[in-house]
């Protein structure tokens, strides 16, 4: 059974940092396009940010562009979305989600066939 687990997720204060992880069981992530996902309380699903499977190209919501980064280490067969800087409305269960398409990453949730059960990420003083 293909799976996707992230961890990572927990408490910070505001302008702290956190590195979530993305990591699969029943198959290799080298071979996949990853996005991070979140929702907020109350809000709908957005897109955070994504990693294309062929040259590593990264796209990155507005809000949290110049403070998060994604990686891929694919002798780790892990993603990463390091996120700095962090803000109370970054709150949110993050998900990480993976599709094996030929024409690169996107933040189209419909986009993709595997995701993980979500880590929570809390902002707060």
């Known amino acids: 059974q293909l799976q996707l687990v992230e961890s990572g997720g927990g408490l910070v204060q505001p302008g702290g940092s956190l590195r979530l992880s993305c990591a699969a069981s029943?198959?290799?992530?080298?071979?996949?396009?990853i996005a991070w996902f979140r929702q907020a309380p109350g809000k709908e699903r957005e897109g955070v940010s994504c990693i294309s499977r062929n040259f590593g190209i990264t796209y990155y919501a507005d809000s949290v562009k110049g403070r998060f980064t994604i990686s891929r280490d694919n002798a780790k067969h892990t993603v990463y979305l390091q996120m700095n800087s962090l803000k109370p409305e970054d709150t949110a269960v993050y998900y990480c989600a993976a599709n094996p398409a030929d024409f690169g990453a996107t933040m189209m949730e419909h986009e993709y066939d595997y995701w993980g059960q979500g880590t929570q990420v809390i902002v707060s003083s």
């Open positions: 029943g198959f290799t992530l080298d071979y996949y396009n």
